[in-house]
């Protein structure tokens, strides 16, 4: 997507290994930073300098690749190593567990190129699956937005699912894109996402970045809007759906869920096939992310004059869970690259 009027993807090959953006810094420097070695894509990955479940997924895919070349011997090994990297997106262990499957039969000498290529192709599809996805999710937009074309149609998305958290696009972030591209008139509401601030920092980024009229608002802002008729729908992404169709996505999705249904507001979930987890039951057997207190009782920026500075908003111990689980029955439809579909 377009980085200072550059068409760019959020993980690139270099000579000495990948190029990530730098997502700690956005959206007050833009940074990229390279990475040359597994343990760097592992420690990119846990550290969230990249993030969102696809791009996490295509990151690893490239560490595992980069392992390969340093040492063709260590695929299980590696492979081991990058799947503990976050847990509770199932792309991560997806994208692994292709590049594991396409090259465990070569020679060692071979292995590493396979790899890349391997990882090569998991980006170019996921470019493809978020474009099929904007193109199904459009239809969607364009049926809501023609059942009242004078004012713009109101989306509500949580954290960032956008081009920054997958390849290019982004999943609930696609349908978006397409529909301004295409002259439709819409205004995003942008949930801030305590306590890392995706919303605020990312997602309002990228759609400054494409001119799309948005607003952040504090997390808890949702409901309101909808009980007063703001809110045409909810898009948000996903980092691992379950057999039964349950939703695993950034904490506070579950709240957003709740709020539509007693609203009447559409809850639609955009993700790709490679978010699905077949081998899971319900929402309840996800693994759900538990990070430091420290990212909810600091908060770094910087201040009116540009210096960077960090203060503490609370002196507290701080519990910080980073994802929730929102029960199919409270999904509207699924944006899938193969259509909008009521179960998965
Ligand atoms: O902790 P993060 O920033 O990696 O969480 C990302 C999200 O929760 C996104 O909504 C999710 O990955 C789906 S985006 C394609």
Known sequence: MKLNGEWVRSVARTEAGIRILDQRKLPWSVEWIELRTADDAFRAIREMWTRGAPLIGAVAAYGLAMALRDDPLSLDQAHAQLNQARPTAVNLRWALDQVREAVRNLPLSERAEAAFAKADSICDEDVALNRAIGEHGLKLLEDLYARNPDRPLNILTHCNPGWLATVDYGTATAPIYLAHE??????????????????????????????????????????LLMQRGQVDLVIVGTDRVTANGDVCNKIGTYLKALAARDNGVPFYVALPYTTIDRHLASGADVPIEERDGDELAWLSGPTGTGEPATIRVTGSPAYNPAFDVTPARLVTGYITERGVIDLI
Do not use: C, Y
């Open 182 to 223: 295409r002259g439709m008139k819409l205004h995003v509401w942008v949930d801030e996402t305590r306590p890392r601030n995706q919303g605020a920092l990312l997602t309002a980024f990228e759609l400054d970045g494409h001119g799309i009229p948005h607003s952040v608002i504090a997390d808890n802002v949702g409901g």
